[in-house]
Every structure is written in structure tokens, then in C-alpha cells.
């Protein structure tokens, strides 16, 4: 385990923490290797920072794996993202039953093709009485479109002249169970959102990095829980 581990305050653990897997084009791109090379080595990451995570305390934890928005990628590079999806859920899902990880689904199952709609579906059933950790698959997901589903199902579910709240419209999100988000952790350096869970994210931290997600380590995750550590929460408060 790194050393920056001990930097840590155990009594201060972020209990949901939401990832935007940035990086992996750039890093494939730098090495002279197809995008899709990028991916894989991605994929290869997030089995060791789940585990990471998990064994720090973190409870919750939101991975950005494909957005709404990447349909507009070529179509072999979203085929392939697709493959590496089914492929991870089908080596990786004993393993992740083993460690007590739960997996949850943020995201819409329109327009998924169906072997990686049934993958995601079985990791969901396999380990729904895990509670050492729950991943959150945030897989065709898009912020606004999640808001909007919520919207529209409220609608169906609302009484005549009843009102809207926000504690309405929470309960209708993807995972109405699902904390707020206290820290968000952006790799690559860019500097955005990107239509990543707006709602959960309102006074979540934010957390920017200058690494490639297929570089990301532990010593990464550890930093950025540093870094949250060090900020004030006010929540809108004094
Ligand atoms: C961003 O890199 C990453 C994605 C669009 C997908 C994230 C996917 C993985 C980490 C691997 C597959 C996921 C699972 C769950 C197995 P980018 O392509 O936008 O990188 P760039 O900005 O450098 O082009």
C-alpha cells in the first residue's frame, strides 16, 4: 500500500465518491496504440482502485463508463467499448462477488445491445447482498437525461395537483438509494462536468488530475481524498 495512505483521516471518508475515467484516447494516442488499447488498460484499473477504495472505507462509488454523448464516437470504437464491457462483467464477476462488492446500474437500457444489457443485469443479481462496497455503473448515462426520466416518472406516479420537491424528484432518479455525491474525481486535466450525475453532484468537491486514467493508482485515489480532506464542506452554511 503507498505511503500517502497514512495522509488519510479515517474519521473524515467521503461516503460516496463519483469517477470520471478521463484519458484513456490520449494515453493510447502518446504511445502510438489504438484508442481502443487505452480502454482495455482502463478497464484493467478499476478492479485495483475498487479494492482500493473498498479497503479504505469509501462505501460508495460512481464510474462513468459511457456516456449518452459516446454514441457520437466511430462506430468501431463504440463496438469495442462494448466488448471490453460484456468482457470485464463475464472475467471480473466472481472476483467481484468474492470481495463483497455490490453492482448497481445508472443509466438508460434503450439503445444497449442486448449480451451487454444481460452481463450487467447478472452482476446486478449476483451480488445484490454484497454491502462491503457498491459500484455504481454509470453505463449510457447522462445527467440531464436521467433528470428528465425522473421527471417523467413522477408524472406517472403523482397524484392530481401534487407538487414536485426535491426530495420527489430524488426518489425518482436511477438509484433513488444513492448518498449525494461528496467527491468527484475528474482524471486527465480537464476541467468539466461532462452531464455527470448533476443532481447528486450539487455540493460535491471537485477534484481535477492531471493523470491519464490508465496511469490512475491507489497513490491517486489517496491524493484526491487528501486534497477533499483539506476543504470545508458549508453546504450553503457560514
Ligand atoms: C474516457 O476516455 C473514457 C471513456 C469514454 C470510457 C471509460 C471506459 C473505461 C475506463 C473502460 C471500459 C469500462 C468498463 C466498465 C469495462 P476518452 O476516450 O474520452 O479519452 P480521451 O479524452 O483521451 O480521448
Redesign the pocket.
Known amino acids: 500500500m503507498s505511503e500517502l495512505h497514512t495522509l488519510i483521516d479515517p474519521k473524515k471518508i467521503p461516503l460516496h465518491v463519483a469517477i470520471?475515467?478521463?484519458?484513456?484516447?490520449?494515453?493510447?494516442?502518446k504511445k502510438n496504440l489504438p484508442?481502443i488499447e487505452?480502454?482495455?488498460r482502463?478497464?484493467e484499473?478499476?478492479e485495483p482502485i475498487v479494492e482500493a477504495a473498498a479497503n479504505i472505507g469509501i462505501k460508495y462509488l460512481s464510474?462513468?463508463?459511457?456516456?449518452t454523448e459516446?454514441w457520437s464516437?466511430p462506430a468501431d470504437?463504440v463496438k469495442a467499448?462494448w466488448q471490453?464491457?460484456e468482457?470485464?462483467?463475464k472475467m471480473k464477476l466472481a472476483l467481484i462477488n468474492e470481495k463483497g462488492v455490490k453492482i448497481i446500474f445508472s443509466g438508460t437500457f434503450r439503445r444497449l445491445p442486448p449480451t451487454a444489457k444481460n452481463v450487467i443485469e447478472e452482476a446486478i443479481r449476483q451480488t445484490k447482498n454484497n454491502n462491503r462496497i457498491t459500484i455504481n455503473?454509470c453505463?449510457n448515462y447522462g445527467g440531464r437525461q436521467e433528470i428528465v426520466d425522473a421527471v417523467n416518472l413522477w408524472i406517472q406516479k403523482r397524484k392530481p395537483t401534487e407538487a414536485l420537491t426535491e426530495r420527489k424528484l430524488s426518489s425518482c432518479l436511477y438509484q433513488p438509494r444513492l448518498p449525494d455525491v461528496d467527491l468527484l474525481i475528474r482524471t486527465?486535466g480537464?476541467y468539466r462536468i461532462s452531464n455527470f450525475m448533476l443532481w447528486r453532484l450539487a455540493y460535491a468537491e471537485l477534484v481535477f488530475m492531471n493523470v491519464?486514467?490508465p496511469d490512475f493508482r491507489e497513490k491517486h485515489l489517496y491524493l484526491a481524498l487528501h486534497e477533499y480532506q483539506k476543504r470545508e464542506r458549508r453546504f450553503g452554511g457560514l
Open positions: 470520471i475515467m478521463d484519458g484513456n484516447g490520449r494515453w493510447a494516442q484508442r487505452g480502454h482495455r482502463g478497464a484499473i478499476i464510474l462513468f463508463a459511457f456516456s459516446n464516437r470504437e467499448l471490453l464491457l468482457m470485464f462483467f455503473f453505463i486527465s480537464e491519464l486514467w
